[in-house]
Every structure is written in structure tokens, then in C-alpha cells.
């Protein structure tokens, strides 16, 4: 049997594994933090030997500067409205496919058709851009919003991953109940597993918005013209081959992270509830 600690011993373990914990948080957020101060610092200030660590003054030039030499409205529209029908239609489907999963076992050809959607977790990405562009052209949706929101949003990972929470906290018997009180599949599925699969779905939804908002390969491959670039895409056709205004490209990755960072801040005891599922037993 293993000894027990005493409570200094336990005492010290803790403040040691905060220590290790606090420095490893601090590694992490000092390229958000050095991105912020950067934001309202000029083009020197960005580059002076030793660093500043705070802009002296504050500026916001940088911010005034992006609004004038690029369509940044237009922009934040194009990925508010391409991110967010992203992740409805995400949730939906996966969702939906989740609970079929999950429910209906005896559905012919259940598990091959599961093993089948986890087998195209293997395939790379970079693999399916030119059969997925080609499909795109096939349906008119080059520089549409339909070529940005609707691939990927049946993605393999995300039906895994509600079919997982819904198997192990949807009982069957109170599906069953619902059958006999006369309810329909899709009733089910909206008045009683959308609701108990919040959690997960608020997770989910995260990491979808995350993915979505961030996208740049696919939206330079499918979007053409200015009015339909998106806030990655603008930011990053501010580099230029002669020069490069840093303090603008600063300014508009923390307009890109800040959507980001309020949408983990509103909905993180969704979303922690949603990882944590499932990790401690009953």
C-alpha cells in the first residue's frame, strides 16, 4: 500500500504543481499579451532592442489605418456570416447523425456506415481540396457563401463525438417513454436530446467556430473578390514583397482573436462541461 502524505507533504505538492502550472500559463498567453501591447505600439516601437513591454504612447493609428485601406466591415460581416452558418449547420447535422449513431443500432448497416465516417478521419485535408473545389464548381458556388459554410459541416470528428455524449447520457428509457406518449423521431431528437446534449454541443460549437473563423486555405481557393474576403484574408494580403506594416497586422489579428477569446469567455462552463463529460463515472 502506498504511504499517505502528510499535509505538509501535500501542502508542498500543491504549491509546487501551481508554481509549474502558473509559469506553463504564462508561456502560453505571453504571445496574446506581446500581440495587445503591439496593437498600439508604431512600426519602431514593434522592433525596438531590448522591448518595450508597454506602448509608450498608446496609439491607435494602427486600428484607424486598417479601416482605411481595407474593406474591414464588409470583412468581419463575410466571417461572422460564414462562421456562424458554419457552426448551426455543424451542430445540426452532426447532432442529428450523433443520435442515429447512437440510438438506432440495429439500423442495417449501422457499423459499417460508422467505421466508414471514422475511416475519413485519416484522410488529410489537402487531399480532398481539388475533388471538394471541383464539386464547388460543379454547383456554381465559387466566391458564394455556400462554398465556405456547407463543406466540413458533417465532419467525422464531430459526429463521433455527439455520438459518444448522447449514447452515454440520453437513457433509452425515457427515449421509449416518449414513443409511447406518441412523439416522433425528429421530436425526439429536438425536445429531449438537444436539450439534455448542450454541454456538447457548446463544445463542440467552439472548436467548429474556432476552425471556421480561422480558415484561410479554402477561403483563398474559393473566394474571389474583395467583397467576399474574410478577416484571415484580408490580414494577410497586408504583406506586401517590399514592405510590410506590422503595426496593422498586429491590429488586425487582435480584431480576429478577440470574437474568439468572448465566445470561450461566454460559454466556458458549457464548454468545460462538454470536454469533462463522461471523464468521472457515476
Same mark, same amino acid.
Given at each position: 500500500?502506498?504511504?499517505?502524505?502528510?499535509?505538509?507533504?501535500?501542502?508542498?505538492?500543491?504549491?509546487?504543481?501551481?508554481?509549474v502550472l502558473s509559469l506553463l500559463?504564462?508561456?502560453?498567453?505571453?504571445?496574446?499579451? @506581446?500581440?495587445?501591447?503591439?496593437?498600439?505600439?508604431?512600426?519602431?516601437?514593434?522592433?525596438?532592442? $531590448?522591448?518595450?513591454?508597454?506602448?509608450?504612447?498608446?496609439?491607435?493609428?494602427?486600428?484607424?489605418?486598417?479601416?482605411?485601406?481595407?474593406?474591414? $466591415?464588409?470583412?468581419?460581416?463575410?466571417?461572422?456570416?460564414?462562421?456562424?452558418?458554419?457552426?448551426?449547420?455543424?451542430?445540426?447535422?452532426?447532432?442529428?447523425?450523433?443520435?442515429?449513431?447512437?440510438?438506432?443500432?440495429?439500423?442495417?448497416?449501422?457499423?459499417?456506415?460508422?467505421?466508414?465516417?471514422?475511416?475519413?478521419?485519416?484522410?488529410?485535408?489537402?487531399?480532398?481540396?481539388? $475533388?471538394?473545389?471541383?464539386?464547388?464548381?460543379?454547383?456554381? @458556388?465559387?466566391?458564394?457563401?455556400?462554398? *465556405?459554410?456547407? =463543406?466540413?459541416?458533417?465532419?467525422?470528428?464531430?459526429?463521433?463525438?455527439?455520438?459518444?455524449?448522447?449514447?452515454?447520457?440520453?437513457?433509452?428509457?425515457?427515449?421509449?417513454?416518449?414513443?409511447?406518449?406518441?412523439?416522433?423521431?425528429?421530436g425526439i431528437y429536438w425536445r429531449?436530446?438537444? =436539450?439534455?446534449?448542450?454541454?456538447?454541443?457548446?463544445?463542440?460549437?467552439?472548436?467548429?467556430?474556432?476552425?471556421?473563423?480561422?480558415?484561410?486555405?479554402?477561403?483563398?481557393?474559393?473566394?474571389?473578390?474583395?467583397? *467576399?474576403?474574410?478577416? =484571415? &484574408? &484580408?490580414?494577410?494580403?497586408?504583406?506586401?514583397?517590399?514592405?510590410?506594416?506590422?503595426?496593422?497586422?498586429?491590429?488586425?489579428?487582435?480584431?480576429?482573436?478577440?470574437?474568439?477569446?468572448?465566445?470561450?469567455l461566454l460559454f466556458q462552463k458549457?464548454?468545460?462541461?462538454?470536454?469533462?463529460?463522461?471523464?468521472?463515472?457515476?
Open positions: 500500500m502506498r504511504p499517505q502524505r502528510t499535509p505538509l507533504q501535500r501542502t508542498i505538492g500543491r504549491t509546487c504543481l501551481t508554481i500559463a504564462l508561456i502560453f498567453l505571453f504571445p496574446f499579451y @506581446w500581440l495587445f501591447v503591439s496593437a498600439f505600439k508604431t512600426q519602431a516601437q514593434i522592433f525596438t532592442v $531590448p522591448p518595450d513591454w508597454l506602448p509608450h504612447p498608446a496609439t491607435v493609428r494602427n486600428f484607424v489605418d486598417l479601416y482605411r485601406e481595407t474593406d474591414l $466591415p464588409r470583412a468581419l460581416l463575410n466571417s461572422v456570416v460564414i462562421s456562424g452558418g458554419h457552426v448551426l449547420l455543424s451542430l445540426f447535422l452532426c447532432s442529428l447523425a450523433g443520435y442515429a449513431f447512437a440510438k438506432f443500432p440495429q439500423a442495417p448497416g449501422h457499423s459499417k456506415l460508422f467505421a466508414f465516417v471514422l475511416g475519413t478521419m485519416m484522410i488529410p485535408g489537402a487531399v480532398t481540396l481539388i $475533388p471538394t473545389f471541383l464539386v464547388m464548381v460543379k454547383l456554381h @458556388w465559387i466566391n458564394t457563401y455556400w462554398a *465556405m459554410i456547407i =463543406p466540413g459541416a458533417a465532419g467525422a470528428f464531430g459526429i463521433f463525438w455527439m455520438r459518444q455524449y448522447i449514447g452515454a447520457n440520453v437513457p433509452d428509457d425515457l427515449i421509449h417513454a416518449a414513443r409511447i406518449d406518441g412523439c416522433g423521431e425528429f429531449i436530446v438537444l =436539450p439534455i446534449a448542450k454541454p456538447a454541443l457548446a463544445a463542440l460549437g467552439i472548436m467548429q467556430l474556432i476552425s471556421s473563423w480561422n480558415n484561410l486555405m479554402w477561403a483563398f481557393i474559393v473566394l474571389r473578390t474583395r467583397d *467576399m474576403l474574410t478577416l =484571415p &484574408v &484580408v490580414i494577410y494580403l497586408l504583406q506586401g514583397e517590399m514592405r510590410t506594416p506590422y503595426g496593422m497586422l498586429m491590429a488586425g489579428g487582435l480584431l480576429t482573436a478577440l470574437p474568439l477569446v468572448l465566445a470561450f458549457q464548454f468545460i462541461s462538454g470536454i469533462t463529460a463522461g471523464a468521472i463515472k457515476q
